[in-house]
């Protein structure tokens, strides 16, 4: 857990703020529930500096574990959205938005994941990259989530399609894409960087796997809607199928090793 009174305590006014959100969520355009999600971002923000930083505790060096990582990859995508917020209304998600951030910031405070040091100058610049990547992929699956809202509103007839989100439906798939398309472009990195960082390939071939075969998934969405104009449900799920694989590379593994296993990784 997180160590000293103080890391905790701005745990728990970092979930507070989510929970005001949480609750204010029911009058869409409160201004109540937008101030407790912006409150609640901020407080995580110190949660993870304080946390990951191994502040307070003994021993020195970043917390890598499984935990820190959702925890900073929902992080980015509340970030996100508050950015976003500020230019299309988007009160339909806050709510989600809000649940997944307290989510994030409890896991994180039961599971902190064990102080390690880097093997190589390089390597805070690859973990970056890969937080990044994962921040990228999550705000691109909340677009396609909405977006996929959006289509099924269409065909039934519901209502304005995007209209929920504040947003038409084509500029909602530009923004998923967009997110897509930047997320590869550092993912890509990530995996570059890995193999120059890398001290053994046996230890990390689980990771390496699963990395790959999102990063092959992720080339063939690109490729397919590029050459053959996909759309719809049929690029959604093979983005939520990178995702999936993505999230297995190094969160899924870790927790694997920590949570079940009992143990860090070796």
């Given at each position: 857990m997180l160590g000293g009174g103080g890391p905790l305590a701005v745990a728990l006014a970092a979930l507070a703020g989510y929970g005001l959100a949480v609750l204010a969520s029911v009058a869409a355009g409160s201004r109540v529930g937008s101030a407790g999600l912006i409150v609640g971002w901020v407080l995580h923000l110190a949660v993870l500096v304080l946390d990951i930083g191994g502040w307070g505790q003994s021993q020195p060096g970043a917390r890598l574990g499984f935990a820190p990582v959702l925890s900073m990859t929902v992080w980015l995508v509340v970030a996100v959205y508050t950015v976003e917020s500020r230019l299309v209304p988007l009160p339909a998600v806050r709510r989600s938005l809000a649940l997944a951030g307290a989510a994030a910031v409890l896991v994180a405070v039961l599971f902190p994941g064990e102080p390690r040091s880097f093997a190589s100058p390089l390597a805070p610049l690859h973990f970056a990259l890969g937080v990044g990547s994962y921040g990228l992929f999550g705000?691109?699956?909340?677009?396609?989530?909405?977006?996929?809202?959006?289509?099924?509103?269409?065909?039934?007839?519901?209502?304005?399609?995007?209209?929920?989100?504040?947003?038409?439906?084509?500029?909602?798939?530009?923004?998923?894409?967009?997110?897509?398309?930047?997320?590869?472009?550092?993912?890509?990195?990530?995996?570059?960087?890995?193999?120059?960082?890398?001290?053994?390939w046996r230890q990390d071939l689980h990771k390496t796997v699963f990395s790959v075969l999102a990063w092959v998934v992720f080339a063939a969405l690109l490729v397919g809607r590029r050459r053959q104009g996909w759309r719809g449900q049929r690029a959604t799920r093979w983005l939520y199928a990178g995702a999936l694989l993505l999230l297995l590379a190094y969160a899924g593994s870790r927790f694997v090793f920590e949570v079940l296993l009992g143990r860090a990784p070796v």
């Amino acid at each position: 857990m997180l160590g000293g009174g103080g890391p905790l305590a701005v745990a728990l006014a970092a979930l507070a703020g989510y929970g005001l959100a949480v609750l204010a969520s029911v009058a869409a355009g409160s201004r109540v529930g937008s101030a407790g999600l912006i409150v609640g971002w901020v407080l995580h923000l110190a949660v993870l500096v304080l946390d990951i930083g191994g502040w307070g505790q003994s021993q020195p060096g970043a917390r890598l574990g499984f935990a820190p990582v959702l925890s900073m990859t929902v992080w980015l995508v509340v970030a996100v959205y508050t950015v976003e917020s500020r230019l299309v209304p988007l009160p339909a998600v806050r709510r989600s938005l809000a649940l997944a951030g307290a989510a994030a910031v409890l896991v994180a405070v039961l599971f902190p994941g064990e102080p390690r040091s880097f093997a190589s100058p390089l390597a805070p610049l690859h973990f970056a990259l890969g937080v990044g990547s994962y921040g990228l992929f999550g705000a691109a699956v909340l677009h396609a989530a909405m977006l996929d809202a959006a289509d099924r509103r269409l065909r039934l007839r519901t209502g304005a399609p995007g209209g929920a989100f504040g947003m038409p439906l084509m500029q909602l798939e530009r923004l998923t894409f967009r997110f897509v398309e930047a997320g590869f472009a550092v993912l890509t990195a990530t995996l570059v960087l890995g193999a120059v960082t890398a001290t053994s390939w046996r230890q990390d071939l689980h990771k390496t796997v699963f990395s790959v075969l999102a990063w092959v998934v992720f080339a063939a969405l690109l490729v397919g809607r590029r050459r053959q104009g996909w759309r719809g449900q049929r690029a959604t799920r093979w983005l939520y199928a990178g995702a999936l694989l993505l999230l297995l590379a190094y969160a899924g593994s870790r927790f694997v090793f920590e949570v079940l296993l009992g143990r860090a990784p070796v």
